[in-house]
């Protein structure tokens, strides 16, 4: 080997690396995960759902609000509502809402549900993602976290484990 193409293999090599090494790996998690809700400062156990498409966050809406004209990123409304704290009480806030989701109902039919942005700390991975605000006391886990948080954390989910992370981030 000559010594350019010596010098050739080494640059490609060390290029080929670095590629990688910014690449983020996808973080293997089970199908219930502990996930921090960033903006409420509680830990809380998730379902991460490949079936569902949007996350989802068990609130209580207070109150949705005009505020203004309505643009093709926002819906000119705000939402007020509420969270529960894992040690009691809750926590109130208010959001824009960016949109709204049709959910298919279990005896038929849809609802509409408000959709905003929340900060969530998943497999030590911040993420700030889309969630939709569902009355989710009948179900299991508080949040539900679908393909599109999944997605922006590049997590990979094993259907056959549960809690294989925790939730610490650093931000």
């Not at 998730?46 to 005009?66: H, M, P, V, Y």
């Not at 408000?114 to 991975?125: D, N, Q, S, T």
Request: proline share 2%.
């Amino acid at each position: 080997m000559t010594y350019r193409a010596y010098s050739m293999a080494v640059l490609l090599s060390v290029a080929v690396a670095a590629a990688a090494a910014q690449a983020k790996a996808p973080k293997r998690v089970g199908w219930v995960e502990e996930i921090a809700i960033a903006d409420v400062g509680t830990v809380v156990k998730a379902k991460l759902d490949t079936g569902a498409k949007t996350s989802s966050i068990d609130a209580e809406i207070i109150d949705i609000r005009k505020t203004g004209e309505k643009t093709s990123k926002k819906t000119g409304e705000t939402v007020v509502f509420s969270v529960s704290l894992e040690k009691g009480g809750s926590k109130t806030f208010e959001r824009e809402i960016r949109r709204y989701v049709r959910i298919k109902k279990k005896g038929g039919g849809f609802i509409r549900r408000p959709v905003i942005e929340m900060r969530f700390c998943i497999a030590g991975r911040m993420v700030e993602e889309e969630v939709n605000l569902a009355n989710r006391e009948g179900f299991v886990y508080p949040v539900l976290v679908g393909r599109n948080m999944m997605a922006h954390a590049e997590l990979m989910v094993d259907s056959g484990a549960k809690q294989l992370s925790k939730p610490t981030c650093t931000e």
